[in-house]
Nanobody, 124 residues
Framework: VQLQASGGGLVQTGGSLRLSCATS????????IGWFRQSPGKEREGVAC????????NYADSVKGRFTISRDSAKNTVDLQMNSLKPEDTAVYYC??????????????????WGQGTQVTVSS
């Protein structure tokens, strides 16, 4: 199982970024994928996830209406479209996965595998 996040960068407040998680070694149809973020001095936060079994999605309240998670099983990628970015969205973003059936979860302890993160910086 391997995951690699990419697409981070520097953007101004109100801007957009699209993160991508490239996966290998497993099928997205059977694994849930979660996007988490962590910044210095703050707790790790789950921001969005997508279920493997039915494609259902969950979002943290802090990003609802601004972030959208999607997957492409043919390409083995899961993207996170981030719009209306705020300085408080600044963090290292990681994609995680676990073999799971049913709704996805926004708790890091529910995931087995992490990929390397990608830095997102939102300037004010």
């Amino acid at each position: 199982v391997q995951l690699q996040a990419s697409g981070g960068g520097l953007v101004q407040t109100g801007g957009s970024l699209r993160l991508s998680c490239a996966t290998s070694g497993f099928s997205l149809d059977y694994y849930m994928i979660g996007w988490f973020r962590q910044s210095p001095g703050k707790e790790r936060e789950g921001v969005a996830c997508i279920s493997g079994s039915d494609g259902s999605r969950n979002y943290a309240d802090s990003v609802k209406g601004r972030f959208t998670i999607s997957r492409d099983s043919a390409k083995n990628t899961v993207d996170l479209q981030m719009n209306s970015l705020k300085p408080e969205d600044t963090a290292v973003y990681y994609c995680l996965t676990a073999d799971s059936f049913g709704s996805c979860l926004l708790r890091a302890e529910s995931y087995d595998h992490w990929g390397q993160g990608t830095q997102v910086t939102v300037s004010s």
